[in-house]
């Protein structure tokens, strides 16, 4: 008589390949606004959570998250995308040139047509050619800065108010606030109460001076999230970057998919750069990207490849860069208590997990932002500037040890390889 023996299933060791669920991170979010709260009283710094603020952040974090949203759908079909921000710059310039001449909307399109071309460019490259991801999207964003100086010369150059460095005014999208609620929760704001102005701020500032774009890239957030995770398109794109051979051996055309995933992540490079353009400065500028592509797919790693996480990122980012326009160096200073506030629950954290030496290292940092925030009143403008940077490096080095990529990211496939 033969016996079955059956596996038991091994236990995971603790914080590894865990994801933290959403009532812990909601948790984590209301703690995070109640010490914002406590700091602003401290400091008087009304400015960290005022609706304008809000408002000016997520106006910036809007092309982050576009091209971190450009990022995830490459990268979750295997292929790493460096040339988001040569997407972003050509979607800057084919927003602007059709802009000003047909109008805001058919600009947005052509920013998206623009971002798609060089996406084709990197797709034919990586996947038909197999050369190396990053060689290729470095490839891009120096062929996208190129192209671009080349063509506003002959373009932009002789048309009025335009430049070889800067394209004609674009006619404005308009904006919108939420009749009622937008003012009276500006209003609330302003009274600085203790948690419930600072959420009045926080929510106000989602719903006010928004432009219609605005509105279409918050929503490929969660569009985003339906199609890759609970379509069979998505779950067919998905596993051409977890395992190609298994896909291709389930009548998985991954060459196809790949190259959808890598012109959808160009167009959403593209329409973030004409985000910008079209919508934060109605005018095209030579170099208006600033970094933003790279950014972008920081705060896709970030986000662990999620779009949920994503858009926190990209919410983060688009929070520090805003301080550069609305009282930044009081702004940061106060931010700077708060910092060093998490920090101390941050050592506490890894000291529970008995990680001793992160534990006093983390200390050490929190003691010195201590230090520096006793011993000045406000910070150098130099180190708001640097700000967003600063903490997307921070970030990154943070969240490392947690992070899961796709297993077949960036690695080279040949159609036909497991056979």
């Keep these: 008589m033969s016996t079955t023996t059956v596996a038991k299933p091994q236990a995971k060791k603790p914080g590894k390949g865990r994801r933290m669920s959403l009532p812990v991170l909601l948790l984590v979010i209301a703690g995070v606004l109640v010490l914002t709260s406590i700091v602003r009283l401290i400091t008087g710094a009304d400015g960290i959570t005022s609706t304008g603020q809000m408002s000016t952040a997520l106006r910036l974090a809007v092309p982050i998250g576009l091209a971190g949203l450009g990022g995830l759908w490459a990268e979750r079909a295997g292929v790493v995308n460096i040339g988001l921000e040569g997407m972003m710059i050509l979607g800057t310039w084919f927003g602007a040139w059709a ?59 002789g048309a009025p108010q335009g430049s070889s460095k800067q394209s004609p005014p674009i006619d404005s999208l308009g904006t919108f606030d939420i009749p009622g609620l937008s003012s009276w929760l500006d209003t609330l704001n302003q009274k600085h109460w203790f948690l419930i102005s600072d959420i009045a701020g926080l929510v106000g500032g989602l719903i006010t001076n928004l432009s219609p774009l605005t509105v279409v890239a918050v929503a490929l957030v969660p569009a985003t999230w339906w199609v890759l995770w609970r379509t069979a398109f998505g779950l067919r794109l998905r596993s051409c970057g977890e395992n190609p051979v298994a896909a291709e051996s389930l009548g998985v055309n991954v060459y196809k998919y790949k190259y959808i995933a890598v012109i959808i992540s160009g167009g959403f490079a593209g329409l973030g750069g004409a985000f910008l353009s079209i919508v934060a400065s ?31 990122g990209a919410g983060l980012f688009g929070y520090t860069d805003s301080l550069n326009l609305r009282g930044g160096t009081t702004n940061v200073h106060a931010l700077i208590l708060l910092l060093a506030i998490l920090l101390v629950f941050g050592a506490a954290y890894l000291a529970w997990k008995k990680k001793y030496v992160p534990a006093v290292v983390t200390a050490l940092i929190s003691a010195l932002m201590f230090v520096w925030y006793l011993g000045t009143d406000e910070v150098p403008r130099q180190v708001v500037t640097a700000a967003p940077y600063v903490v997307t490096l921070l970030v990154l080095s943070l969240s490392a040890q947690s992070l899961r990529m796709p297993k077949a990211d960036g690695m080279p496939y040949r159609k036909g390889q497991g056979k």
């Design 282 to 312: 109605n005018v095209y500028l030579d170099g208006q990207t600033a970094g933003r592509g790279y950014i972008g797919l920081a705060a896709m790693i970030f986000g662990n490849w999620m779009p949920g996480g994503l858009a926190l």
């Design 99 to 157: 802009g000003y001449q047909w109008g805001p909307w058919t600009g947005v399109v052509f920013g998206i047509v623009g971002g798609a071309l060089g996406a084709v460019l990197h797709a034919i490259a990586t996947v038909t050619f197999n050369v190396n991801h990053i060689v290729s999207g470095v490839a891009i964003n120096i062929l996208a800065v190129g192209t671009t100086r080349y063509l506003s010369k002959f373009t932009f150059e």
